[in-house]
C-alpha cells in the first residue's frame, strides 16, 4: 500500500506528501521483521538489547519488537547414548557401563543462558552421574535382598534418573528416563575370573 501511495505521488507530481510517506514506507519494512513463526516442539527465547524478555512457545505466527533477537531452541525428545566408560564399583571391581538417557529442554531461557552449551552440558553431566552411580552399587550382590547394578535394574534406573534430574534442572532441561545399556566386568578382570 505505500509503496503504491509513493508511486502514486511521483507519478502525479506531489512531492510534498513524499516526506511524510517515504518515513512510513521505512518504519512499516522494520514492523515486518517483527514477524516471526514458532514452529510445533519448538521454542524462541527473545532477547532484546541483551535482556531476556520472554519465550514464545505456543506453535503459530507472532509478532515481537523487530530489534529482539529470537533465539531458536527445540522442546523435542532427544536420546544421549553414552560411551562405555570404565569405572570402579562399591567393591573396587573394575566395570564397563554405559547409559541411554532420554532427555528435552523445558525451560528455554536457562537451557540458552544458564550454561554455554545445553547439549553438552547433558552429556558431561551424564557420564558424571552413571560414573557416581555406579560406584556407589557393587556389579552383582550375594544376597538377594542387597541392591546391585545387575541385579536390580529398574531401581538403578531410578536412581540415576533422580540423580540426572538434579544435575540438569539448573540448565533447564528435563531427564525423562534413563537406563544402563552396557554393563561388564572390564576385560582384565574378565580374564582373571575365567
Known sequence: ?????????????????????IPLFIVSIIFLFGFFVVQPNE????????????????????????????????LRVRNFNSEQIKVNDLHG????????????????????????NFEEFVAIQSETAIRGLASEYPYDAQDEERSSLRGKPQEIAENLKKELQTRLEV?????????ISHLAYAPEIAQAML
Open 171 to 179: 540448565a533447564g532441561v528435563e531427564g525423562t528416563e534413563s537406563r
Open 93 to 116: 571391581n573394575p566395570i564397563e557401563i554405559a547409559a541411554v538417557v532420554v532427555w528435552s529442554v523445558v525451560d528455554s531461557a536457562r537451557a540458552l543462558f544458564d550454561v554455554q
Open 1 to 21: 500500500c505505500n509503496a503504491w501511495l509513493i508511486y502514486y505521488m511521483a507519478d502525479n507530481e506531489v512531492p510534498v506528501y513524499l516526506w511524510g510517506e
Open 43 to 74: 521454542a524462541r527465547a527473545l532477547v532484546l538489547f541483551g535482556r531476556y524478555i520472554g519465550s514464545a512457545r505456543d506453535d503459530g505466527f507472532w509478532w515481537a519488537n523487530p530489534f529482539a533477537v529470537k533465539k531458536h531452541v527445540s
